[in-house]
């Protein structure tokens, strides 16, 4: 029988690790802090390629936005400051804040259309057999991956007033006043064809999300809801849709970038007009700017814009966070 005299320490053991000899050595700091190293290595590429390609061009712009720049100083090879002149004479005009409520009306209205037709072919592609499913996928991804620019010849040449298929089809349909109608000859049809467009090429990328997001519901969720007596629309709104709000809120944060800054759709459609009535902020910053050459006016309206979308995302990430709470 033996009698412990001593206590054993209480504290956790500090494990050794000992070499081939069996002496007890230091732990390789050299070697976890090269570990620790590897993720920012890793991600140094992309973040130089980030500060080459956007963050270089965009002091630039911020630099230009300064100076009073036209055809005059680019020939003589001049610089020339003016100062805050260029954000005064937009700021204090009535096109900038006409063109920026128009800006934000066009993206509410195109990100809302979006948002319902996406997420009603996303749930439908979870309804649909395999075949079908596919089918459908095929079209979207071929939507998708079609460049803007020749989405929107298409475009054109379905809307064309003259040999356009559209007025073709209305004109067979009974309404012969739209054989020889211009799409492009008012604000508000100029728009509708430029919304179509951009709907349509938006659609894919919020569909096939939701859908990948519907595989990751657990069926025995709808199980259980069946067995409480839930419907259809019971057991989407209790189970679907709190699964898919976290997608929908990433999606409609993309949407919103990726509508405000819709260049080429509406600048290929008829240029911003007629009459310069359909100019969103990218397009009222290049016919500024390089149409009428007034650079530094151009660079000033550019970062005037990044400044209101950011100010857009800013606001929308507070809504979402602010509901997240609300949940917890």
């Known amino acids: 029988m033996t009698v412990q005299t001593e206590r054993p320490p209480s504290g956790p053991v500090d494990v050794t690790k000992r ?27 992309a973040c130089a390629a980030t500060v080459l390609l956007l963050g270089w061009p965009l002091v630039k712009d911020v630099l230009l936005s300064f100076q009073n720049l036209n055809m005059a100083q680019l020939i003589q090879h001049v610089t020339e400051w003016n100062g805050v002149d260029n954000y005064k004479e937009v700021l204090t005009g009535e096109d900038f804040w006409r063109v920026t409520l128009r800006s934000i009306l066009f993206t509410a209205v195109n990100v809302a259309l979006i948002m319902v037709a996406g997420a009603l072919v996303g749930l439908l592609l979870a309804r649909l057999g395999k075949r079908m499913r596919v089918l459908l ?13 020749a989405a929107t010849t298409v475009y054109q040449w379905l809307f064309a007033q003259r040999f356009g298929v559209v007025n073709w089809v209305l004109d067979k349909l009974g309404w012969h006043s739209m054989a020889d109608y211009s799409w492009t000859s008012s604000q508000m049809s ?14 894919p990328f919020v569909a096939i999300n939701l859908y990948a997001a519907t595989t990751t519901i657990p069926s025995e969720l709808y199980e259980a809801a069946a067995l409480d007596g839930a419907g259809n629309w ?18 409609t944060f993309l949407e919103i970038i990726w509508v405000f800054k819709a260049f080429v759709q509406v600048f290929t459609i008829n240029g911003g007009g ?4 359909t100019e969103i902020l990218p397009v009222y910053a290049y016919i500024e700017g390089v149409g009428n050459q007034h ?12 400044l209101i979308l950011l100010g857009l995302t800013a606001y929308y990430l507070r809504i979402v966070l602010k509901q997240e709470e609300d949940e917890l």
């Open 274 to 277: 007629p009459d310069r009535l």
């Open 295 to 306: 650079y530094g006016m151009g660079a000033a309206i550019a970062v005037l814009t990044i």
């Open 137 to 149: 996928l095929v079209g979207l991804v071929l939507a998708w991956a079609m460049p803007v620019v």
């Open 19 to 45: 070499d081939e000899s069996g002496l007890a050595g230091p732990r390789p700091r050299a070697a976890f802090r090269a570990g620790g190293l590897t993720p920012y290595l890793l991600l140094l590429p």
């Open 190 to 203: 100029t728009f509708f064809v430029v919304t179509v467009l951009i709907v349509w090429m938006s659609i």
């Open 234 to 251: 019971k057991s989407f709104t209790t189970v679907t849709l709190p699964f898919l709000r976290p997608f929908l809120y990433a999606t």
